[in-house]
């Protein structure tokens, strides 16, 4: 019987570390699938958010696609321009309208722009954009006089003043906050890239006849917006242009695709919400920030119009290799406003504006002086080249993009499309003054004196950044909205994502 007893004990021992350890394997397995589960979440998430990343830069690129017709048309007609005096036989002055007419026009494009973006939105304004350039730029493809070459020209400025000030305004309104700034710089970087287009354009066609070079190289510029036309089936409509005509739902289903988080896109619809004025009937206009309302330095413009031109001032006279110069400006303009790209996001804006104004201010200022003093030989060619080169390269890294980024940041939402319109106007209209008068400004004063002048001029940029340029880098839209509707609590000096974000909980 004590045999059977132990064995009794033996068995209870036995049951009770058996039970034991199917309490443990039933605590592993809750755990195992614990883990499983929360790998299976963190995986999805990482799944969503590289897809999100994509298809949020897929949407950029594709809105950007206008501003290669813009950069395009700048760099090919600072070659073309050459072949078509020497066809059509155009005097000086209409040389100089012939350049300059196209940023004159677009701004009645940027002005119609906005308002026309409120009311059909902001993906068919871009298709509207690229239609009316196609129009133009074939009608000046064909065209045997300077008469009909001007009336390709203004539709062809009609048309990328619509797609210039959409652009940004659409990249901005469907980026998330933490990748804005450098996705809203697309759109000049589309335009440098366009610009280096033209220019390579230039050198490959430029050893066809005289009549057939410049034809075939306005031509190659409606290529870029038949890429437009298969954008539309892939990109959405803006979030907040959607909340704006009360559907809300559509705008969610946007947010879902172009953020990584359902909580983020619920947080940044209700502010989307509250700032159209949805959630509380609220319909009142905001002022909108005028001051605050940038365009790029004119000397850049001079700079990427008439490169060729200074060259040739410089010393530089065999057609071929004028061209081969301007290709350097163009590799050199693209490759920092990738840089810009990438340090947009990293660092404060206002920091790549300094550094911007300040080098571009010493580069026309250095360039100034060496077209006076150092004269056409191999120096002053070599200077000039630097110059030239390096004052692309800080205005590619500071002012191109960030002004850009700003003009799309710092509006209310119901202002954002029209207001920023405005800022492609005062772009435009710098950049055609600069191309309608560069010419006769250089005769009477010199190229020299021209730079001295606009060197000045970028100096005073410095100033305006100082003292009016305010920080946005790390703010959502609706939280820089909300600065500058509580301006009292704001001095106009930096403020941190923190501070805004207390301003919105208070609101």
């Not at 073309?80 to 020497?86: G, K, P, R, V």
């Not at 630097?386 to 940041?409: D, H, K, Q, R």
Request: glycine residues 8%.
């Amino acid at each position: 019987m004590g045999l059977v007893g132990v064995q009794g004990d033996g068995n209870g021992e036995m049951a009770l570390s058996l039970g034991s350890k199917n309490k443990y394997k039933r605590m592993d397995s809750e755990l195992s699938d614990d883990f499983e589960d929360d790998a299976s979440h963190h995986h999805h998430q990482l799944e969503r958010k590289k897809s999100t990343r994509k298809y949020v830069l897929a949407c950029a690129i594709f809105a950007s696609l206008n501003n290669v017709l813009l950069g395009y048309d700048v760099g090919v007609m600072s070659g073309a321009i050459i072949f078509i005096q020497e066809d059509l036989k155009i005097t000086e002055v209409q040389e100089e309208v012939l350049v300059g007419i196209l940023s004159i026009i677009s701004l009645l494009g940027s002005l119609a722009g906005g308002r026309t973006s409120d009311v059909i939105g902001r993906k068919w304004t871009m298709a509207f954009a690229a239609i009316v350039f196609q129009i133009g730029a074939a009608i000046m493809t064909l065209s045997s006089s300077f008469e009909v070459l001007m009336i390709g020209r203004v539709l062809a400025g009609v048309g990328i003043g619509f797609g210039v000030m959409i652009a940004p305004v659409y990249i901005a309104e469907i980026s998330p906050t933490v990748d804005r700034g450098s996705l809203t710089s697309f759109p000049e970087i589309f335009i440098n890239l366009g610009i280096l287009l033209g220019y390579v354009s230039n050198y490959a066609f430029s050893g066809l006849s005289v009549h057939i070079n410049w034809r075939v190289m306005l031509a190659v510029g409606i290529l870029p917006s038949v890429f437009i036309g298969f954008a539309l089936f892939i990109i959405p409509e803006s979030p907040r242009w959607l909340v704006m005509q009360n559907r809300v739902e559509e705008a969610r289903s946007v947010l879902l695709k172009t953020n990584e988080n359902d909580t983020e896109v619920e947080e940044r619809l209700s502010e989307i919400v509250a700032a159209a004025g949805i959630s509380n009937g609220e319909k009142n206009e905001e002022k909108a920030v005028w001051r605050e309302l940038l365009s790029p330095s004119p000397s850049l413009h001079a700079t990427v119009y008439y490169s060729p031109e200074i060259f040739h001032d410089a010393g530089i006279v065999n057609k071929s290799k004028l061209l081969a110069a301007t290709v350097a400006v163009g590799v050199t303009k693209t490759a920092f406003i990738l840089i810009a790209t990438f340090l947009v996001d990293r660092v404060w804006r206002k920091s790549l504006l300094y550094v911007s104004t300040i080098g571009m201010t010493v580069c026309l200022f250095t360039l100034s002086i060496s077209l006076a003093i150092l004269g056409k030989g191999q120096l002053g060619i070599a200077m000039a080249l630097l110059c030239v080169c390096g004052n692309v390269a800080f205005f590619s890294v500071g002012m191109g993009p960030v002004c850009w980024i700003l003009t799309s940041e710092i509006f209310p939402l119901r202002l954002r499309a029209q207001a920023s319109a405005l800022g492609a106007v005062g772009n435009r209209v710098c950049s055609g003054f600069v191309a309608m008068s560069f010419l006769s400004l250089a005769r009477t004063i010199t190229v020299g004196g021209t730079f001295f002048l606009f060197s000045l001029f970028s100096a005073l940029s410095v100033a305006f950044v100082y003292k009016l340029v305010p920080e946005t880098k790390g703010k959502s839209l609706e939280q820089i909205e909300l600065l500058f509707q509580n301006h009292n609590e704001w001095d106009g000096s930096e403020m941190e994502l923190g501070d805004a974000q207390h301003l919105v909980h208070k609101a």
